[in-house]
């Protein structure tokens, strides 16, 4: 399967996050790749990894970091592609900080914000899959079968509360 998304992380302390994006391309059946690329660390291997990427044919990028770091920031700056960021709480404010840095990009670098943490990193997928499928039949019909899932499940959570409470 050709990688048509890379997730990529400051750090493997995020890897436990941003896996979660990796289950749910997973499950619509999209190709992806997933490295570790300090935007202060590794800054020149970071700017490289953003350029070969595009080459290779990724089309989506999903970025997360802790404290305040600026992954996101900076592949927005690098590329035309859309970039997606999945803030993490690893700092001691508790992911505040990596949340400002996603969400306050300047005029003409945008960034996309998602929540904090693994369900930002699944939302992130979820909203890469949705930017694939404006293209692609196959993905529409994917996306719109797991939504219908995800309202399946609500009303099976609510059928076995009022069953609960019916037996009181």
């Not at 300090?38 to 997360?64: C, F, L, Q, V, W």
């Not at 969400?103 to 670098?109: A, D, F, K, T, V």
């Amino acid at each position: 399967m050709k990688p048509l998304i890379a997730i990529v992380m400051g750090s493997d302390s995020d890897l436990a996050v941003m896996e979660e994006a990796g289950k749910v391309l997973d499950s619509f059946g999209i190709g992806y790749e997933i490295t570790i690329a300090s935007a202060h660390r590794s800054p020149d291997k970071t700017r490289e990894y953003i350029h070969s990427a595009e080459k290779n044919g990724i089309k989506i990028m999903i970025a997360g970091a802790g404290w305040a770091a600026h992954l996101a920031g900076v592949i927005a700056a690098e590329t035309t592609m859309p970039v997606i960021g999945v803030p993490i709480d690893s700092s001691p404010l508790l992911g505040l900080d990596s949340i400002l840095s996603i969400l306050q990009m300047p005029s003409g670098i945008p960034v996309a914000a998602m929540a904090l943490g693994k369900g930002g990193a699944k939302n992130a997928a979820i909203l890469a899959v949705q930017i694939l499928a404006v293209s692609d039949k196959s993905l529409q019909k994917k996306l719109k079968a797991y939504k219908k899932r995800l309202s399946d499940e609500v009303e099976e959570k609510d059928k076995r509360l009022k069953g609960k409470r019916a037996k009181r």
